[in-house]
């Protein structure tokens, strides 16, 4: 079985400020990883994927996460955040070598709030 | 219309109604889930069917009765539901095959149980 552990529930951060949302996971085989973003009102939209290769991941509006094997962690970073970046973000895992259907597990959310 | 699609994007409804939701990709995708989106609590995968075929069913009670007409479309059935059934209802395809390939998820339906 596989679980996510996002450590924090709500981040506030200045604009412009950078930021760091937290994401731990645990799973006995190897895993594919991933963060999406949840804009009110909507459903989720894919940020970035770790599936193999470098373990820095470049995703879209200026986000990356880095895979860290050792540290089961998968970290999301942005240098300058912007008021249009206020949503919710949730860290996900799912088991590699599953080409059909996909079992996605999911964090509880980081609620991340831009101050002007 | 492209993507994803949900209706109805909101719905009241009480414990004694009957209603549906329906979900519709543009995707030419070949597996769909519902999950089950509340406060303060990880996302709750519910049903996956794949290829038509219902592959997952996670102890969901039987007040929740999924159908999958057609690779394209995916049906959430709701009867005698409970005010706890209150939640954020999400769609989400992807595409058999890879490891590599995404699920894409609707707006979502919110239910409200009176």
């Known amino acids: 079985a596989q679980s996510v552990t996002q450590l924090d529930s709500q981040v506030p951060v200045f604009e412009e400020a950078p930021v760091e949302l937290r994401c731990n996971y645990s799973?006995?085989?190897?895993?594919?990883l991933f963060w999406y973003v949840q804009y009110p009102n909507q459903g989720l939209q894919l940020l970035l994927k770790?599936?193999?290769?470098?373990?820095l991941v470049k995703g879209i509006n200026g986000f990356e996460a880095e895979f860290n094997k050792s540290q089961t962690s998968f970290h999301l970073r942005k240098p300058s955040v912007h008021i249009s970046d206020t949503a919710e973000y949730f860290c996900?895992?799912?088991?590699?070598?599953?080409?059909?259907?996909?079992?996605?597990?999911f964090g509880i959310g980081t609620k991340l709030q831009v101050i002007p | 219309e492209t993507g994803v699609t949900q209706t109805p994007r909101h719905l009241v409804m009480g414990m004694t109604n009957k209603k549906s939701l329906k979900c519709e990709q543009h995707?030419?995708?070949?597996?769909m889930y519902w999950y089950k989106q509340s406060a303060k609590k990880p996302l709750e995968l519910m049903f996956v069917?794949?290829?038509?075929?219902?592959?997952e069913n996670n102890s969901v009670p039987s007040r929740f009765s999924p159908e999958c007409p057609n690779s394209s479309h995916l049906f959430l059935h709701l009867h005698t539901l409970q005010p706890e059934d209150s939640a954020l209802y999400l769609c989400?395809?992807?595409?058999?095959?890879?490891?590599?390939?995404?699920?894409?998820f609707g707006p979502g339906t919110r239910l409200t149980v009176l």
């Open positions: 989400a395809s992807s595409l058999r095959g890879s490891d590599y390939n995404e699920q894409f």
């Open positions: 069917y794949s290829l038509e075929e219902r592959v």
């Open positions: 995707l030419g995708h070949n597996a």
């Open positions: 996900a895992v799912r088991m590699s070598g599953s080409g059909g259907y996909q079992k996605v597990t």
């Open positions: 799973s006995s085989v190897s895993v594919y």
């Open positions: 770790y599936l193999s290769g470098s373990t």
